[in-house]
């Protein structure tokens, strides 16, 4: 099966908002915006492999605090108790609801670590420009951007817990500063997909490549 | 500068191809990545707008019902989508109310209000003023619309509270699942192809005059 070009071969670039394939024009260290919605036409993201790295690194460290700080605080009757995201998921395991269990842990513990993983290793062979793999590692950056979102359900419980347990005296629910790192652990690694260029996996085949 | 509209590029991985027409419900894929190239036009407008206004209303009704409804030995507590939020806006948690009030409440309101407003104009075949930036904004919006998170994480809570607690669901997780249910319907459409069904300008010609 003879393979389609790549848009450089035929010195074009598409825009990443509108979909229009325009001209590429070579004006280092200025983009050009595309005629028809003004966006920036870009071959590749400027940075892109740079930011992700560091977008993906403050991710990693704010995932240990998130592991290891209380999420939150459960006041019982005057006794109070602090809990972290693996306390919740163990909590539920116990008591018997293992399918929630094990949702819990997906969110928060599966999803992100995979997301590390897999963004580490896009980014490392793209830099070296690998051409190992290079179908499997496209769906790898896709399944990453569908999932990653995911992981926002323990802030979301967090607060929809401490919304609704607030009865003075009795019981009282409140976040603690572990969710505050959770959530940052979300953004960051989300917006480090966003950085990287899924483009960058393909470029070992653009020159010297069988294309 | 020329442009090119009878050609498509792959996002994922930049292979380029000739446009071709497609059936309703058809979807091109790239060969060499496999990555979804092109969407058949989404067609009607008119349907779009009509859910779109849908939303705006469901929208409105999962803002003002109470989700859930909790009682522990006779006094009651309710709680809407703000005070979900609100309830992170505590000591130094507090930057993430912010978090949780974009995702689940905001994002989804300009989402809704950007397409409204562009799809009245489409309607007659026109761009809105400010057509290009909503557009733009809408693409960067759609992976921080985090309704389905949300919905998943009030039935984990209830499940949480429900030995502890007497729990009743209210107006306003029905309405919430149903945003979750008409905001990807309406969002995740192929927004490329309004620019296509407004095309009147000169200098790049429609993609039928090619």
């Given at each position: 099966?003879n393979?389609?070009?790549?848009a450089?071969d035929?010195?074009?670039?598409?825009?990443?908002?509108?979909?229009l394939?325009?001209?590429?024009?070579d004006?280092p260290?200025?983009?050009v915006?595309?005629p028809?919605?003004?966006?920036?036409?870009?071959?590749?993201r400027?940075n892109?492999?740079?930011?992700?790295w560091a977008l993906?690194l403050?991710a990693?460290i704010?995932?240990?605090?998130?592991?290891?700080?209380?999420?939150m605080?459960?006041?019982?009757l005057?006794?109070?108790?602090?809990?972290?995201?693996?306390?919740?998921?163990?909590e539920?395991w116990?008591?018997?609801?293992?399918?929630?269990?094990?949702?819990i842990?997906?969110?928060?513990?599966?999803?992100?670590?995979?997301?590390?993983?897999?963004?580490?290793?896009?980014?490392?062979t793209?830099?070296?420009?690998?051409?190992?793999?290079?179908r499997?590692?496209a769906?790898?950056?896709?399944m990453?951007?569908?999932?990653?979102?995911?992981?926002?359900?323990d802030v979301?419980?967090?607060?929809v817990?401490?919304?609704?347990v607030q009865?003075?005296?009795?019981t009282?629910?409140?976040p603690r500063?572990?969710?505050?790192?959770?959530?940052m652990?979300?953004?960051?690694?989300?917006?480090?997909?966003?950085?990287?260029?899924?483009?960058?996996?393909?470029?070992?085949?653009?020159n010297?490549?069988d294309? | 500068?020329?442009?090119?509209?009878?050609l498509?590029?792959?996002?994922?991985?930049?292979?380029v191809?000739?446009?071709?027409?497609?059936?309703?419900?058809e979807?091109a894929?790239?060969?060499?990545c496999?990555?979804?190239l092109?969407?058949a036009?989404?067609?009607?407008?008119?349907?779009?707008?009509a859910?779109t206004l849908?939303?705006a209303v469901?929208?409105l009704?999962a803002?003002?019902?109470p989700?859930?409804?909790?009682?522990?030995?006779?006094?009651?507590?309710?709680?809407?989508?703000?005070?979900?939020?609100?309830?992170?806006?505590?000591?130094?948690?507090?930057?993430?109310?912010?978090v949780?009030?974009?995702?689940i409440?905001?994002v989804?309101?300009?989402?809704?209000?950007?397409?409204?407003?562009v799809?009245?104009?489409?309607?007659?075949?026109q761009?809105?003023p400010g057509?290009a930036p909503a557009?733009?904004?809408?693409?960067?919006l759609r992976p921080?619309?985090?309704?389905e998170?949300?919905i998943?994480?009030?039935l984990?809570?209830?499940?949480k509270?429900?030995?502890?607690?007497?729990?009743?669901?209210?107006?306003?997780?029905w309405?919430?699942?149903?945003?979750?249910v008409?905001?990807?319907?309406?969002?995740?459409?192929?927004?490329?192809?309004l620019?296509?069904q407004?095309?009147?300008?000169?200098k790049?010609?429609?993609r039928?005059?090619?």
């Amino acid at each position: 099966m003879n393979k389609p070009p790549f848009a450089s071969d035929l010195s074009v670039v598409g825009c990443h908002t509108c979909g229009l394939v325009c001209e590429h024009q070579d004006t280092p260290g200025r983009a050009v915006p595309c005629p028809r919605c003004g966006s920036p036409l870009h071959h590749r993201r400027p940075n892109g492999i740079a930011r992700a790295w560091a977008l993906l690194l403050t991710a990693v460290i704010c995932y240990i605090p998130a592991n290891v700080l209380p999420v939150m605080h459960t006041s019982l009757l005057g006794r109070g108790s602090s809990s972290t995201i693996m306390e919740g998921a163990v909590e539920f395991w116990t008591s018997g609801s293992y399918g929630i269990a094990l949702v819990i842990f997906i969110a928060s513990v599966a999803v992100p670590c995979a997301k590390f993983l897999i963004l580490a290793l896009l980014l490392a062979t793209s830099q070296r420009r690998s051409r190992w793999a290079t179908r499997e590692r496209a769906k790898l950056y896709r399944m990453v951007e569908f999932v990653g979102y995911w992981s926002m359900l323990d802030v979301l419980v967090v607060a929809v817990v401490a919304a609704l347990v607030q009865f003075q005296g009795l019981t009282d629910i409140s976040p603690r500063i572990g969710i505050l790192f959770f959530g940052m652990v979300v953004i960051f690694t989300m917006l480090a997909a966003m950085s990287f260029d899924p483009r960058h996996i393909w470029d070992g085949e653009i020159n010297g490549g069988d294309a | 500068m020329n442009v090119y509209p009878h050609l498509v590029a792959c996002e994922h991985c930049d292979s380029v191809y000739q446009r071709c027409a497609l059936a309703a419900g058809e979807v091109a894929r790239c060969r060499r990545c496999e990555a979804v190239l092109q969407r058949a036009n989404p067609g009607d407008v008119n349907r779009w707008l009509a859910l779109t206004l849908t939303t705006a209303v469901v929208f409105l009704i999962a803002n003002v019902c109470p989700v859930v409804r909790i009682s522990l030995n006779g006094t009651h507590r309710e709680a809407t989508l703000w005070e979900f939020a609100w309830a992170l806006a505590q000591g130094s948690v507090a930057p993430l109310a912010i978090v949780a009030a974009l995702v689940i409440i905001l994002v989804p309101l300009a989402q809704i209000a950007l397409l409204s407003w562009v799809l009245i104009f489409a309607r007659a075949g026109q761009r809105a003023p400010g057509f290009a930036p909503a557009l733009r904004m809408l693409a960067r919006l759609r992976p921080w619309s985090m309704v389905e998170v949300g919905i998943l994480g009030i039935l984990v809570a209830i499940i949480k509270l429900v030995s502890l607690v007497e729990v009743t669901l209210g107006a306003g997780v029905w309405a919430t699942a149903a945003l979750m249910v008409l905001l990807t319907v309406i969002a995740h459409r192929d927004l490329s192809s309004l620019w296509d069904q407004t095309e009147h300008d000169p200098k790049v010609p429609s993609r039928s005059a090619v």
